[in-house]
Every structure is written in C-alpha cells, then in structure tokens.
C-alpha cells in the first residue's frame, strides 16, 4: 500500500476510533449499562485482533513480499480486494471495541467505590494514578518488547501477545461478575438534559420564591446511594423553575405528571453542573497542543542529533517518546503515595489539592514544555549550522531532548490524569461513561487544533520568507513555533483560570 493511501487508511481509523466512545457511552448510559458495554467491546476488540493476527500468519490474506528494490521501481505486486476487506473489518472491529472499552473502564470501575464513606473516596482518588500508572507501563511495554518482537521476531507473534492478553482480560473481567455493583441505566440522557431547558422555559414567567420551602420545589427520594443528593443552588437560579411545582403537577404516588413541565431538583442541578464542565473542556482542547507536537517534531529533531547512546547502543529516534513514559512511571506512583500524603497534611483537602489546581499544575508545564523545547532547538540548530557535517546532524546527543520530554510526562501527569478525575468525579453519575469520552474527543480535537496552527505558521511564515515549519528542519525556524504554541497556550491557561474561579464543585470534602 502506498505511503498516502495508507496514510489516509490510519487517520481515518484514528478519527473513527477518537469517536467511538462517544457512541458506546451513550449506549452505555441510556440502554444497556457499563458492564454490557465493555463486554461487547472486550469481544469486538478480541474478534479484530484475531483478523489482525491472521493477516499476518495467513499469506493468502496479504499481497506476496516485495523487495527493496522492486518497492523502488514500483514492481510490487498489490492487494485484492479481499484482502483489503479483511485488514479493514479487523480495524473497524477494533474501533468497536474501543467505543465500547474507552468511556466505560473506569467510570465502571468508580462504580465499585462507596463515595459516601472516607475509605471510599481514598480508594477512589489512588484509582485515577494507578490506572494511568498502568497504562503507561502497559505502553511502554509495547513501544519496546511488542515492537521489537514484530520488527525483528514475527509480525504474528507480535500481534499474537495483545490478542492473547486481551482473551485474558475477557476471562478476568467475568470472574467477577457476582462482586460487581451495577449502576442501571435511566434512558436518553440527552432527553433528561432537554427536559430541564423546556420545563424552565415554559415557566419562564413564573417567579421563584425568596426562600425554597418544602414542597414548592420537586424532589422525590433520592435512588441511589454512591454519591450524595444535591440539592438546589441559586446558581443559573431560573433553570430551578423546571422545578417548582405548580399545581397538581405531582401524581399521588409521588412521581410527576408531565416530566417535560416538571423536572426534579437533582435533575436541575446535573444539568448545571453540565453547562460548568464546558468551559473547562473547552480549555483543555488548546491545553493538548504542546503534547501533540512531541509526537511529531521532537522525531524530527531527535534526526538530526546524536543518537548514539554509549559506545555499541543506537537509540531509534522514534524511541526517544520512551523517555516520558518513564518518567510517569516512576513519578506518578511516588506522587500518589508521598507527595498527596504530605499535601493533605498541609491542605486538609483530599487529594492534597482541588481537581482544577492540577490541570492548571498541567497547563503550566506544558508552558514550561513549549519554552524549553523552544531554547534546546535553538541550541540544536546553531549547532547543526555551525559544527554540523554535510548530512545535517548536530554534534550534540539526543539527550538533550530529556527535559523536554520529562516535561511533558508532568503535564500528562497533572493534566489528563487530573481531566479523567475531573469529569467522572462531576459529571452526574449516570452520564459519567459519556463523561470519561471528552477525554478522546480532547485528544482529537486538540489533532485538528494542531493541524490547523501547523497550516497557517507553514503558511503565513512562507509567504514571508522565512518559512518556520520546512522540510529542513536545520533552515526552518521550529523553536519560533515552539515559543508560538507556549504563548497561544499561556492565553488559553488565563482563560482557564478565569472559568476555574466561577466553577462550582459538585462536592467538596474536607479532612478534619
């Protein structure tokens, strides 16, 4: 497959894959619940890796070998169509899979934590570091042993492991079925968000009372028990007319007549907790863009550098992303064990610090990210300009690029780890699974976000003449876009800091 076409194969995965979840979170939440969905997608995930696994055992399923040379004189021998078909249905399996996995692993696995008790909440708090502890172990497993064993072992063996690991996974899940708590779906939660904007404003003439007395406002006994009730607030105070009673509007069971002239006063206040998680997702958009670019340009610098790593060790440079996987895997641990340990004993607050402060901790060092990737290129390039050899390659070792790439560990550290607390600890409890999906539309989001400032600085910069973003990145002005993309996000950071001073927390625990 030729390098566009097979590019164009991936992102379109890739954007199918970011959006997924979307979908599986609100099958999750409206119709079948978190268990089923993540036992669907667990056996869609299974079924593409298989497909995967036998495009690479099977010879019938890919087009023969094809040299080096015939590569170079276009002599390969294509796919078929049927072959293309089954790489496809394997990817769009897995794509499934995600939908269904994604948004549903840990807002299933919160579900398991009592919230009402301290041990609880404890419990909770560590979940979000060791799962992303995990993570980042599991990745950096699979940046240097599955790939090396693909590259070097067998292409079938490589996509084997995951495919055994997830069969594992599937068993394991279901060993616990009768321990598992389980959170019943409650319908379209679009359609309960819609209820509370129409009862509002068919009442919109009606005034609300100085003071909220039993009985004028609509609140049935609260069903569940994992988080505590909430209760009415002044904030956004004419949406509480969705829930002021008026008339017999409430049947003698206790339930409303017309849930589109009357909503409950939890169900207002999910809603207002909603339309004060937008901003702050809005933010968090732009508060991506640094780690976008260590994907993609800190490769093309690592090219052009020193890769030899003592006397006999080449260091790939599209390796060199290891470096911030181990640096969350030794710090996110230490953070979760010593240092909130230490911050709670100064706060009293659980967790050492609030959810925003974190992702504003984050923000900053991607700041910081941006501006110290912005002085080592500079560094690299004068040197690559003034000492470097004809192929282009400073004289200076890649790990240079270390700083930036712990760096931007602790941006992740703070940022999405503190986005994934964030949204399942706010979000109302049974739209936490549509909740945990902002996380991927972030990170595709902030994929376009990137791709557009890329154009424009290419762009603009070249009609200028001095372009930032050439194919030489030895010519080209790349630590100027760095110091770009730090200012763009210290503007989004100030436009975070005023949203997270409005913000009103769902709940807040104090430690006495």
Same mark, same amino acid.
């Given at each position: 497959?030729?390098?566009?076409?097979?590019?164009?194969?991936?992102?379109?995965?890739?954007?199918?894959?970011?959006?997924?979840?979307?979908?599986?979170?609100?099958?999750?939440?409206?119709?079948?619940?978190?268990?089923?969905?993540?036992?669907?997608?667990?056996?869609?995930?299974?079924?593409?890796?298989?497909?995967?696994?036998?495009?690479?055992?099977?010879?019938?399923?890919?087009?023969?070998?094809?040299?080096?040379?015939?590569?170079?004189?276009?002599?390969?021998?294509?796919?078929?169509?049927?072959?293309?078909?089954?790489?496809?249905?394997?990817?769009?399996?897995?794509?499934?899979?995600?939908?269904?996995?994604?948004?549903?692993?840990?807002?299933?696995?919160?579900?398991?934590?009592?919230?009402?008790?301290?041990?609880?909440?404890?419990?909770?708090?560590?979940?979000?570091?060791?799962?992303?502890?995990?993570?980042?172990?599991?990745?950096?497993?699979?940046?240097?042993?599955?790939?090396?064993?693909?590259?070097?072992?067998?292409?079938?063996?490589?996509?084997?492991?995951?495919?055994?690991?997830?069969?594992?996974?599937?068993?394991?899940?279901?060993?616990?079925?009768?321990?598992?708590?389980?959170?019943?779906?409650?319908?379209?939660?679009?359609?309960?968000?819609?209820?509370?904007?129409?009862?509002?404003?068919?009442?919109?003439?009606?005034?609300?009372?100085?003071?909220?007395?039993?009985?004028?406002?609509?609140?049935?006994?609260?069903?569940?028990?994992?988080?505590?009730?909430?209760?009415?607030?002044?904030?956004?105070?004419?949406?509480?007319?969705?829930?002021?009673?008026?008339?017999?509007?409430?049947?003698?069971?206790?339930?409303?007549?017309?849930?589109?002239?009357?909503?409950?006063?939890?169900?207002?206040?999910?809603?207002?907790?909603?339309?004060?998680?937008?901003?702050?997702?809005?933010?968090?958009?732009?508060?991506?863009?640094?780690?976008?670019?260590?994907?993609?340009?800190?490769?093309?610098?690592?090219?052009?550098?020193? #890769?030899?790593? &003592?006397?006999?060790?080449? @260091?790939?440079?599209?390796? /060199?992303?290891?470096? =911030?996987?181990?640096? +969350?895997? %030794?710090?996110?641990?230490?953070?979760?064990?010593?240092?909130?340990?230490?911050?709670?004993?100064?706060?009293?607050?659980?967790?050492?610090?609030?959810?925003?402060?974190?992702?504003?901790?984050?923000?900053?060092?991607?700041?910081?990210?941006?501006?110290?990737?912005?002085?080592?290129?500079?560094?690299?390039?004068?040197?690559? #300009?003034?000492? &470097?050899?004809?192929?282009? @390659?400073?004289?200076?070792? /890649?790990?240079?690029? =270390?700083?930036?790439? +712990?760096? %931007?560990?602790?941006?992740?550290?703070?940022?999405?780890?503190?986005?994934?607390?964030?949204?399942?600890?706010?979000?109302?409890?049974?739209?936490?699974?549509?909740?945990?999906?902002?996380?991927?539309?972030?990170?595709?989001?902030?994929?376009?976000?990137?791709?557009?400032?890329?154009?424009?600085?290419?762009?603009?910069?070249?009609?200028?003449?001095?372009?930032?973003?050439?194919?030489?990145?030895?010519?080209?002005?790349?630590?100027?876009?760095?110091?770009?993309?730090?200012?763009?996000?210290?503007?989004?950071?100030?436009?975070?800091?005023?949203?997270?001073?409005?913000?009103?927390?769902?709940?807040?625990?104090?430690?006495?």
């Amino acid at each position: 497959m030729n390098q566009v076409k097979a590019a164009t194969l991936l992102n379109t995965w890739s954007a199918a894959s970011n959006f997924a979840p979307v979908i599986g979170a609100y099958v999750s939440d409206a119709f079948i619940g978190k268990f089923w969905t993540i036992a669907f997608g667990s056996f869609s995930s299974l079924l593409g890796m298989i497909i995967m696994t036998l495009t690479a055992l099977l010879p019938q399923l890919r087009p023969p070998p094809c040299t080096h040379e015939g590569q170079l004189h276009g002599q390969c021998v294509g796919h078929n169509k049927a072959q293309l078909g089954i790489l496809i249905a394997s990817l769009c399996w897995l794509s499934i899979g995600t939908g269904g996995i994604k948004p549903c692993s840990i807002p299933f696995s919160v579900d398991q934590f009592d919230l009402t008790t301290e041990e609880g909440r404890k419990g909770n708090n560590s979940f979000y570091n060791l799962y992303y502890t995990t993570q980042t172990i599991v990745l950096l497993i699979t940046q240097t042993v599955v790939v090396y064993i693909q590259n070097d072992i067998s292409w079938a063996l490589g996509f084997g492991i995951p495919a055994l690991c997830m069969l594992f996974a599937i068993v394991l899940f279901f060993v616990g079925t009768k321990v598992y708590i389980y959170i019943k779906p409650e319908g379209s939660v679009f359609a309960a968000v819609a209820q509370v904007f129409v009862a509002a404003y068919k009442k919109r003439q009606l005034n609300l009372p100085a003071d909220e007395v039993d009985g004028q406002f609509y609140n049935p006994p609260f069903s569940r028990s994992l988080l505590p009730e909430l209760h009415l607030t002044r904030q956004y105070s004419c949406l509480n007319k969705a829930a002021l009673i008026v008339g017999d509007e409430v049947k003698q069971d206790g339930l409303c007549e017309n849930p589109w002239r009357l909503c409950s006063g939890q169900q207002v206040e999910n809603v207002k907790c909603l339309i004060n998680i937008i901003p702050i997702w809005l933010t968090s958009v732009l508060g991506f863009l640094a780690m976008n670019q260590q994907g993609t340009f800190t490769v093309a610098q690592a090219l052009k550098m020193d #890769l030899q790593f &003592g006397p006999s060790i080449k @260091i790939p440079a599209g390796s /060199v992303g290891v470096i =911030t996987l181990i640096a +969350i895997a %030794i710090w996110l641990p230490f953070y979760d064990r010593v240092v909130v340990a230490a911050l709670e004993k100064v706060t009293k607050q659980e967790g050492g610090i609030t959810l925003l402060q974190r992702i504003g901790i984050g923000n900053l060092f991607s700041i910081l990210t941006m501006l110290v990737s912005g002085f080592i290129e500079t560094e690299r390039r004068l040197s690559a #300009l003034s000492h &470097g050899g004809t192929d282009g @390659i400073a004289p200076m070792t /890649v790990m240079w690029l =270390t700083p930036q790439l +712990i760096l %931007i560990g602790f941006s992740e550290i703070f940022s999405i780890v503190g986005l994934i607390e964030f949204y399942n600890k706010q979000f109302p409890e049974h739209m936490r699974s549509i909740g945990n999906s902002l996380i991927y539309l972030t990170f595709s989001f902030a994929s376009y976000a990137s791709s557009i400032v890329i154009s424009v600085v290419h762009d603009v910069s070249a009609r200028h003449g001095s372009n930032w973003l050439s194919d030489d990145i030895n010519t080209s002005k790349l630590d100027y876009f760095y110091f770009l993309i730090a200012g763009i996000s210290s503007l989004n950071f100030l436009f975070f800091l005023f949203c997270a001073r409005r913000y009103h927390y769902r709940s807040s625990v104090k430690l006495m």
